[in-house]
Nanobody
Framework: QVQLVESGGGLVQPGGSLRLSCTGSGFAFSCYVMGWYRQAPGNQRQLVARISSGGVTNYADSVKGRFTVSRENSKNTVYLQMNSLKPDDTAVYYC??????????WGKGVLVTVSS
């Protein structure tokens, strides 16, 4: 049974930092592109950052220079280090695992709230 379990969300003040973690099981984690998406109320789910099986990373323009995605295949875990958080970063963050041609797995999401 495939599972993606996110952790690390919560309430943080503007300018603060959080690190999200996502641990996968039931699939060949190291072979998958691992991504983080987010969805704010009333908005569509959008890509935040992703990292390929070979370690190549991509970021949304809105988070470049502030967020860092990394993976630790020995622990089947992907991380999202979020620095200099802004209120606009408030959203539910979802972990995603993807492999061609069309296999997609999703976590249940974790809430990040940036507010003073």
């Amino acid at each position: 049974q495939v599972q993606l379990v996110e952790s690390g969300g919560g309430l943080v003040q503007p300018g603060g930092s959080l690190r999200l973690s996502c641990t996968g099981s039931g699939f060949a984690f190291s072979c998958y592109v691992m991504g983080w998406y987010r969805q704010a109320p009333g908005n569509q789910r959008q890509l935040v950052a992703r990292i390929s099986s070979g370690g190549v990373t991509n970021y949304a323009d809105s988070v470049k220079g502030r967020f860092t995605v990394s993976r630790e295949n020995s622990k089947n875990t992907v991380y999202l280090q979020m620095n200099s958080l802004k209120p606009d970063d408030t959203a539910v963050y979802y972990c995603n695992a993807f492999v061609v041609p069309d296999t997609n797995y999703w976590g249940k999401g974790v809430l990040v709230t940036v507010s003073s």
